[in-house]
Each structure stands twice: as structure tokens, then as C-alpha cells.
């Protein structure tokens, strides 16, 4: 039979150290524990980047040649709230230092970066009339005041951009990509505080199967009035992912949230019969049968996960608990975690 673990907390007599109460969360059962085995599942996939296995050619793959030598491919999925909140600069971490493969997000995890860039977004309260706000021309995202100038600014500044696009793309008869959209709003923003920035710099590949979901899509549509053959080619970006997952020696999960970002990373990884290491962090429950809500064990059951993996759900809100994680893997491991060839 095998030993049980006993539950045991931390004890403070032993001094304030932040490294032993999150080692000792382990032992203390409910969220915590699952929070220390999200912290194992992701230690070992940096782990395997180091790993000696030998690691076939990829052909037709559209990274960087030492990004091919990765021994395990991360993935990061994430919602637009928490790059409306600071967890942005924890994502912007890992993109600066590589630490990550690819990135899917919402149109608003795009957008919202780039307009923190612009301009500022400000703490205020949850329980805020809404028609106080709209007079103040302020828009609430739970306890996140954003300033509707900022999303006039961020237009102003695309429709060049987009303008550019439209332009190559009748010169060049080429049909860019949400990814070839985005890796460009990158270099033009040019800023060291934006995620996009080091994605682009970096070459970490950003997918966005729902593009047109935000202040994206308004400019996109209101531009296609006027050029109505300006056209965005989703398809190539699924293809381009999948390309990814079928070189991969093996794959991480790590998805914020739930909904569309979610099951586009764990579809992808159906493609290769499932990632081998996945973290979730959100609060929805399974009982409704949505995909926020369903359980890594769900996801074993069509392939995206593998059966012999051992998963993680946190049940927390992600800006809680995501700093504790990277603080406590890709930090610790800052050498480890960017080293993508042996």
C-alpha cells in the first residue's frame, strides 16, 4: 500500500522565508497543494530543455533554428484581463528572456498591451456605477479603469500600420496573418515594456484565433470598407501552429483562463496525442460542460493531454497565484529556463 502523506502547514517560528512556506505548501492540502504540483509540472518542463535526448529534423518550420533544439516546447495561453492587469509584466518576463515557445491570446490580450504603451490604465473599484463611468468616459474591467482615449490612441496608431499591411499585400499578392499582424505591431511600438516587443524580437510565434474580438476588429472592419480585397489569413496561422506542436519533442501547457485561448493550445496539442505537461489556472467549474470549466482529466479523455501525464488545475484567479509560479520555476531557473540548446 502506498504511504499517504501527511498534511503538515509551515511554520513562521522558523522565520520569514518566502522559498520554505511555498515548498511547505505541498502538504497543506486544498488549492495549495495543486499550486505546489503546478510549480513540479512546470520545473520539469524547463528541466527538459536541457535534456540530451537526441531531436530529429523539422523541415518547413518557421522559427529560429536554435528554437528547433527545444527539448520541450512551451506553450502560453492567456486572457485579455490579465494583461489589463500586472500580471502583463510577468508575461512580458518571459517573453524578454525566452523563456517560452509560443504564445495564444484573445485580440484584447493583444490590444490592451499595446495600449498600456500609449497610455494608463488605473486601479478603482469593482462595485463603480457604470453610468458614473461612462459619463467620466472610463471603461471597467473589474477593478481596471481604462481611459477610452486610450483606445482612440491605439486606433489612430494601427490604421498606419494596417494601411502598410495593405499595401505589401497588393504589391507582393501575400496575405498576412493575425501572427504576421501582431509580430508587426511589435517592431512599430517598439517599446521594451511591451510583450509584443520581445515576441517580436524574440521570435516567439503569438496566435489569435479570435483577431477580430476587440478594438482590432473595428479598426479591421471599418478599413475594409474602404479596401474591401484587404484580406487576413487565419487558416495559415493554424497550419503555422500545428507545425509547431508536430516538431515538438515534447510540449507544456500553461493556459490562464479559459475559453478560446484554452482549447486552442490543448486542440493543437491533439494533433501529436496529447501535451505532456499541462497547467490551468482559472475558477470555472466543470458542472456546465464548458471548456473553462473542464478538468485537465477532460481534456486526457480526447487526446489533448496524454494519459500517462500528470496535470494540474489550480482553482484561483490567475493575477493570485501566476507570480508565485514563474517566482518559483522560470525565475529560480532563469539560466535553465532561456537556454535553448545544449
Known amino acids: 500500500m502506498e504511504e499517504k502523506t501527511k498534511v503538515k502547514g509551515h511554520d513562521f517560528n522558523e522565520g520569514l522565508d518566502y522559498a520554505k512556506l511555498f515548498s511547505d505548501y505541498k502538504t497543506f492540502g486544498l488549492q495549495a497543494t495543486n499550486l505546489s504540483l503546478a510549480i513540479d509540472q512546470i520545473n520539469q518542463m524547463i528541466r527538459w ?91 471597467r474591467n473589474g477593478n481596471i479603469l481604462t481611459p477610452k482615449n486610450n483606445y482612440e490612441k491605439l486606433k489612430k496608431w494601427m490604421i498606419p500600420i494596417i494601411d502598410s499591411m495593405y499595401k505589401q499585400q497588393e504589391k507582393d499578392s501575400i496575405y498576412f496573418t493575425p501572427s504576421d499582424i501582431i509580430n508587426r505591431f511589435g517592431k512599430e511600438i517598439n517599446n521594451p515594456k511591451s510583450i509584443y516587443y520581445w515576441c517580436s524580437k524574440n521570435d516567439i510565434p503569438v496566435f489569435c484565433p479570435a483577431f477580430t474580438d476587440g478594438v482590432i476588429g473595428d479598426v479591421m472592419y471599418i478599413y475594409s470598407y474602404q479596401h474591401t480585397d484587404f484580406v487576413i489569413d487565419i487558416l495559415d496561422d493554424l497550419r503555422r501552429l500545428n507545425k509547431i506542436v508536430f516538431a ?92 535553448l540548446t545544449v
Not at 56 to 77: A, N, Q, S, Y
Not at 84 to 111: N, P
Not at 129 to 138: I, R, Y
Open 49 to 139: 530543455r536541457l535534456s540530451d535526448e537526441p531531436i530529429e529534423e523539422d523541415d518547413g518550420i518557421r522559427m529560429p533554428e536554435e528554437r528547433k533544439k527545444v527539448r520541450c516546447t512551451i506553450f502560453l495561453g492567456y486572457t485579455s484581463n490579465l494583461v489589463s492587469c500586472g500580471v502583463r509584466e510577468i508575461i512580458k518576463y518571459l517573453c524578454q528572456h525566452k523563456m517560452i515557445d509560443c504564445i495564444v491570446t484573445t485580440a484584447g490580450g493583444v490590444e490592451e498591451d499595446l495600449m498600456n504603451c500609449l497610455g494608463n490604465t488605473f486601479v478603482g473599484e469593482s462595485n463603480s456605477k457604470g453610468n458614473e463611468l461612462l459619463k467620466q468616459e472610463m471603461n
Open 248 to 339: 515538438a519533442r515534447k510540449t507544456g501547457a500553461i493556459i490562464l483562463g479559459g475559453g478560446v485561448i484554452k482549447h486552442h493550445v490543448c486542440n493543437a496539442n491533439l494533433m501529436r496525442n496529447g501535451a505532456d505537461y499541462s497547467v490551468y489556472v482559472n475558477t470555472g467549474i466543470e458542472y456546465d460542460a464548458s471548456d473553462a470549466g473542464a478538468t485537465p482529466d477532460e481534456a486526457v479523455s480526447w487526446g489533448k493531454i496524454k494519459s500517462e501525464a500528470k496535470p494540474v488545475k489550480v482553482y484561483a484567479e490567475a493575477s493570485l497565484v501566476f507570480p508565485i509560479i514563474v517566482a518559483e520555476t522560470f525565475v529560480k531557473n532563469k539560466e535553465l529556463a532561456s537556454k
